[in-house]
């Protein structure tokens, strides 16, 4: 009897289906029968009966469930207590955008580190569909990644696996223009905006700097110019946010880049025009982190999963 399989078995009787109980731990159901097989032969004795309505513990079941929660709480508790004596070792392998990484990793890492400098982190730096191949496969313990409402393949594979995601930080997209192009904004900045409102019906037919198309950015950036019914010839298309921004600042066009990422650099492109774009147009994006939900989740992600939380 070991903790894998004490969770196993909680888990079937919890479920009282040994196909959504296999989805839960994440093992092949065949796999998951032969464990209980084994377990049973071992005790010499049977652990669940199949009812009309499911998979129902017998006594010695029963005896044996009532010992792995009990188990497995006790288990927890110490391995939580023993980790944060010893400030956890380990390793915590995370997956994010040069972006996000820039943007949240960089304000939790350093907290992370102080409090657990014994573990080992890993940073992988992908865009949002190698990241969720990463997490699927198993090779990272988290990913952060941008959602939106109108979601891409990657996204649905992520769903289909029963990973959890969970929103950190909202961010708005604004207008970036060279003064050149004379945009003028439909009144001034509001109390605890920094840009002023425009309507994007002005951007029409101005030369436009798109994004890579596997790029989330792009991505939204089309779906907002086609749901405002804008048509805007690509002037180019680039993968970085530094690369728009040149050739915005060089008169080439205009782009959509985030607001918490404009705000940092503004200062440095004098002829840089930003502008505000309105609720309405669903201009965003939202970094959420996607990790495997599980009842007892390691120590060293769990702490940083706590840490995102306080952003």
């Not at 492109?269 to 669903?282: E, H, Q, T, V």
Request: charged share 25%; proline share 4%; with cysteine.
């Amino acid at each position: 009897m070991n903790e894998k399989e004490l969770l196993y078995v909680k888990t079937i009787a919890e479920e009282r289906n040994i196909t959504r109980a296999a989805e839960k731990l994440h093992i092949a159901q065949p796999s998951l029968t032969q464990c209980v097989q084994r377990i049973e032969k071992s005790l010499g004795c049977s652990l669940f009966h199949r009812t009309n309505t499911g998979m129902m513990l017998t006594d010695s079941g029963e005896l044996y469930y009532q010992v792995a929660c009990r188990t497995l709480e006790l288990w927890d508790r110490f391995s939580q207590e023993l980790s944060n004596r010893n400030h956890a070792g380990g390793r915590l392998t995370l997956g994010a955008s040069w972006y996000n990484t820039i943007l949240i990793l960089s304000q939790i890492l350093p907290e992370y580190n102080r409090l657990y400098p014994k573990v080992e982190v890993q940073l992988v730096e992908k865009n949002t569909q190698e990241l969720a191949r990463l997490l699927i496969d198993g090779d990272v313990d988290a990913i952060l990644i941008h959602q939106y409402p109108d979601e891409y393949p990657e996204q649905r594979l992520i769903e289909s696996k029963k990973v959890v995601c969970v929103p950190v930080l909202k961010e708005r997209f604004c207008v970036a223009a060279h003064e050149k192009f004379h945009l003028e904004a439909d009144g001034d900045a509001e109390n605890g905006e920094d840009f002023p409102l425009l309507d994007l019906k002005k951007i029409s037919g101005i030369p436009f700097v798109r994004f890579s198309r596997n790029q989330r950015i792009r991505h939204i950036s089309d779906f907002v110019l086609e749901r405002a019914g804008i048509q805007v010839p690509t002037v180019v298309s680039v993968y970085g946010f530094p690369s728009a921004l040149d050739c915005v600042s060089g008169g080439m066009g205009i782009t959509f880049l985030p607001e918490l990422y404009v705000r940092k650099i503004q200062k440095d492109y004098p002829n840089l025009k930003c502008f505000r774009i309105d609720n309405s147009s669903a201009a965003y994006w939202t970094a959420a982190v996607c990790y495997y939900q599980s009842d007892y989740q390691p120590l060293a992600l769990q702490s940083f999963l706590d840490l995102l939380k306080l952003i």
